[in-house]
C-alpha cells in the first residue's frame, strides 16, 4: 500500500487498512456502506435508503480517511469539498457551487463507468450551522440547495448518491440536516487509544528506518490524547531530526524530542522545517 499512497498526505486512493485504531467507527461505516452496496435488497424491504452519514469527532482523528476508505470499499467516485469553500462567495455562488458538486460525481461516474458516488463535505458547520433568522442568508441559499439536492436523491437512479459529512462540532449544526432521509447516520470518530495510536504509528512509520531499539509502543504510551494527524507529525519529526544527526536509522530520543514539539503545538510545516 505504501507504493499507492506515494508522497501525498491524503491519497485518494484508500482503504481501511490504512487507518489506524477507528475499529468501532470503520466497523459502523462498514456496516452503513453495506446499505448502498445491498441497494436492491434494501428496495425490496422497502428500507429507507441511507442517503447522508456524519463524521463527528475531533480534528486530525482520520474523518476524510473514512470517507475516501468508504469510496473505495463501494467501488464509488469520490468528490469532496469543504464548508470553508462557500464562504466568502457572492449569495448564490454557493448554491451553485453545491449544484456543481453533484454535477460532477454524476458525470464523474458516468466516465468512470461506475454505478455509485460519495460526496464528502468536510466542516459541514460552516455552511450547516443553525440558521438564526436572516443573519446568514448566503449560506441559507447554499444549505438549501444542499438540503433539496439531497431530497431528490432516489436509490434508482445511477449513479446512486451517498453523502458523507464532517465536523466536529456537531451541536452546531441545523437540525434540518440531520432529519431523517438526511444526515440520519452518525457516527462518532475518537481520539484513539493507546492500541489504536500503536496501529497509527505502524502505519506511518512504514517508509522510514527505525532502530531496532525504539519502541513504538513506549511512543503510544507517551502520547495521550494525541490525534491520528499529531502521531503522524511525531513520525515525521522524528525523521527530521534523525536526519539532521546525520543517522541512518530513528532512534528513541527522536521520537521523545518529536512528541515535545507536536505537543508543544508547535506548526509542523514540513517544508518549513526542512
Ligand atoms: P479534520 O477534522 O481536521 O479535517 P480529519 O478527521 O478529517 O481532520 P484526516 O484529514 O482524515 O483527519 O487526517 C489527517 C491526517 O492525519 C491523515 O492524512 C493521516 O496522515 C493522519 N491520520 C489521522 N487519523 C489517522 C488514522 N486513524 N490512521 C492513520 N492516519 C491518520
Redesign the pocket.
Known sequence: SSERKGKS??PSYLTFD?????DRAKNELKEALDFLIRHEEIRKFGIRPLKGILLT?P????????AKAAAHYTNSVFVSASGSEFVEMYVGVGASRVRDLFKEAKTRAAKENKESAIIFI??IDVIGGKRDGGQHREYDQTLNQLLTEMDGLHSNETPRILMIA?T?RKEMLDSALLRPGRFDRHIQ?DL?DKK?RMH?LN??SKNKPIAEGASMERVAGETFGF???Q??SVMNEAAIYAMRDDLPVIEQHHFSRAIDKVMMGEKTDREATM
Open positions: 498526505r491524503t490504512d487507518i489506524g485504531g477507528q469527532g480534528p486530525g482523528t482520520g474523518k476524510t480517511l473514512m468536510d466542516e464532517a466536529n470518530v484513539p489504536g497509527i502505519i506511518h490525534s491520528g494527524a502521531l503522524e
